[in-house]
Structures are given as structure tokens and as C-alpha cells.
């Protein structure tokens, strides 16, 4: 038996016929508990029960201006970086590709967790220009919701492609 997000109970075979119509993912959690998403400071590396949530929730790289999909991330410490005291729980991770994720250290980039879920990408002073903070880019329902002011969302979060956002240090330089 399966269990909707509303509590209902469906057959398996019931649950896989309606998802087959669906555009969602379908995830399945088998006995899924608290200690498998929060793992605090017991383990560095992500769980697999975490990199399934995070492959639902983050769809690929949180870096704005990142198309690498979620199967080809690695899981960032978005919060607080593990070296630095960070916790390997649900809330504080993100997914990051690789060149993106080695971005992250001191005096280079940083990340931090937004109130509404998102990861925020924050560059060295030396390269911020008022980009993009977040990826929408695997969210395009994102690019049709109204931002706060009724604009097209704040700290230029417009979905629109800035030329620079495609080099993998960041400088803005082609090679």
C-alpha cells in the first residue's frame, strides 16, 4: 500500500497508473524517518533518502545561471560548509555541480539558505555586479509568479540570461 500526501492509502499498482498521466516525479520512500533526512554531525556525505528529496526539490545546480541537471550535482553544505561546523541535515543542504560546488570557500563565493527554501549564491565582492542570487532555470513556474513588488522578483531574478552567467569561475571571462 502507498500513502498520498493526504493520508490517503492507494494499491501501488493504483498509485503508478495515476502517475503514469502525471508530469510530476513519483517518489516512493520506504519507511523514511527523521534520522535519514537530519543526520547533524554524525556523517559529512549526503544520504541517499536526502539526495532523493533534494533531486525533487532543487531539479540540478542551485547556482544561478547552471544548467548541470540533479543526477550530475554533488551535495553542498549550503548553510554553513561541513569544514566550518556545518550539519549534513535536509534544510542545510543544496545541490551543486562540481566546478560550481569548488567555488564555494573563503573569499571566493558563498551560499545560504533563503526563508523560501531557495539557495542564495553570493559572489566575492571583487566580481558582484548585481547578478542573479538564485536559479530558476530548472523552475520555469517560478518565471510566471509575480515577485513581491509585482516586478519580475527581486535581486534580478527575472529568468533572463546574463552573458557571464555561463563561465565557470565566475570572473565573467570566457577563458
Known amino acids: 500500500m502507498a500513502r498520498t500526501g493526504g493520508d490517503t492509502l492507494l494499491p501501488v499498482s493504483t498509485l503508478i497508473r495515476m ?18 533526512l537530519y543526520k ?3 556523517t559529512r556525505l549526503a544520504t541517499k533518502e536526502q539526495r532523493l528529496v533534494l533531486y ?3 531539479r540540478g545546480c542551485s547556482r544561478p545561471g547552471c544548467d548541470v541537471p540533479a543526477y550530475w ?3 553542498h553544505h549550503a548553510k554553513r560548509d561541513w569544514a566550518a561546523g556545518g550539519q549534513t541535515n535536509i534544510d542545510d543542504l543544496t545541490l551543486a555541480c562540481g566546478p560550481d560546488n569548488r567555488l564555494v570557500k573563503d573569499g571566493g563565493w558563498s551560499t545560504r539558505n533563503r526563508t523560501d527554501g531557495t539557495t542564495e549564491w553570493d ?3 571583487r566580481l558582484d555586479h548585481g547578478q542573479r542570487r538564485t536559479n530558476n532555470y530548472f523552475h520555469p513556474e517560478k518565471m510566471l509568479e509575480d515577485g513581491e513588488d509585482g516586478e519580475d522578483g527581486e535581486d534580478g531574478e527575472d529568468g533572463e540570461d546574463d552573458e557571464d552567467d555561463d563561465d565557470e569561475d565566475g570572473t565573467g571571462s570566457a577563458g
Open 40 to 42: 547533524g554531525r554524525t
Open 123 to 125: 559572489p566575492p565582492p
Open 19 to 36: 502517475a503514469a498521466h502525471a508530469d510530476n516525479y513519483l517518489l516512493i520512500f520506504d519507511e523514511a524517518n527523521r534520522c535519514q
Open 73 to 75: 550535482c554533488q551535495v
Open 56 to 58: 525533487a526539490l532543487e
